[in-house]
């Protein structure tokens, strides 16, 4: 534990650098007000910060920039529920009051509206088919031994299942499994698919049997691999000098297996933020990785985020995740 003194002063560092780029000398953390100390007790506390694992000292400067472990703990005294600032609410309502239609569509424009708002790569992870709402549902006749049924998915998606249809289906009992269907499935997931079979009504219970069985045995209604959506790649590129760096960090962003368990591990964590060596990837050392979960249905069904380098303006990138996160999750459910 640091005491006020040193807190405010690794605080003040931390801020600076995150400003600046540039390592951080005594006479610029002095200017604070809050730091009413003379610069050689600020040095020393410095010295004393670096011995601790806090800062570092970049070759011959004189100035000290932050560790991992420094960032750590600036980040964590963070006010989390911070707000997005008036210009970046204003963007997201815009977006979100046009965003319709398909499903990749909008998660594709969502991750491009992450970038521009925290000029880092942003990262939407779709959710996985069985997580998909289902909007409505229609049993029609095609002839006397099939009918058709269709379900209208929240990607926009239509799924469609041909059915064998016996010779006590009559249009009356078409009718009633149509009632059954949207009162038991409409608003749910394609996971939540098994129906509740009447047993006093053989005739609708065959034929609703029929649809539970053509939609969980339909490839769509079972888990695939997650989509995954990266925005602002040449935005992130500006933000480191090595050119070695770049096509590491670039690298990992075209490996959508490799970004899903980036973001799956951070959100299992305690925090929402993974810095530097956090994200347990060695070619990601000099990056951060800021992560929320979205929900449709009050069920977490995928994760967005935004990977910059740790020299990242945490309080903005956690504000714009929070709030494209939570009005994702309230569009998807809205269908």
Do not use: W
Request: hydrophobic content about 45%; glycine content about 8%; overall charge negative.
């Amino acid at each position: 534990m640091l005491d006020e003194r040193k807190s405010a002063i690794l605080k003040r560092v931390v801020a600076e650098h995150i400003e600046t780029g540039q390592p951080v000398g005594s006479s610029h953390v002095v200017r604070d007000s809050a730091i009413d100390v003379s610069p050689a007790t600020v040095r020393a506390d410095m010295a004393t910060l670096e011995r601790e694992g806090y800062l570092t000292h970049p070759h011959t400067s004189a100035g000290r920039i932050p560790t991992d472990l420094g960032y750590r703990f600036f980040v964590d005294q963070l006010d989390e529920t911070s707000a997005l600032d008036r210009d970046g609410a204003q963007r997201v309502d815009q977006f979100f009051a046009r965003a319709h239609g398909e499903l990749e569509r909008m998660l594709k424009d969502t991750s491009q509206l992450l970038a521009s708002l925290t000029d880092y790569a942003a990262v939407v992870v779709a959710p996985a088919h069985e997580a998909l709402t289902v909007c409505s549902l229609l049993v029609t006749r095609l002839n006397d031994q099939s009918g058709l049924l269709l379900v209208v998915l929240s990607n926009g998606a239509i799924d469609k299942h041909t059915l064998e249809l016996g010779p006590s289906v009559t249009d009356d009992v078409i009718d009633r499994a149509n009632a059954v269907l949207r009162e038991q499935l409409v608003g749910g997931t394609l996971g939540q698919i098994p129906i509740r079979l009447p047993s006093n009504d053989p005739e609708l219970a065959v034929l609703l049997a029929v649809c539970a069985d053509a939609m969980a045995g339909n490839p769509i209604a079972r888990a695939e691999p997650n989509e995954v959506y990266v925005g602002g790649t040449a935005r992130m590129a500006e933000q480191f000098e090595a050119v070695n760096t770049v096509r590491e960090v670039l690298s990992i962003l075209e490996q959508s297996l490799v970004v899903v368990s980036l973001l799956s591990d951070a959100l299992t964590r305690e925090h929402s933020v993974a810095i530097g060596g956090e994200t347990g990837v060695a070619s990601l050392a000099e990056c951060s990785l800021v992560v929320a979960p979205y929900e449709v249905g009050n069920e977490v069904v995928g994760a967005i985020g935004v990977l910059g380098p740790t020299r990242m303006n945490y309080a903005h990138a956690l504000a714009a995740v929070a709030v494209v996160s939570q009005r994702l999750g309230r569009q998807l459910s809205a269908g």
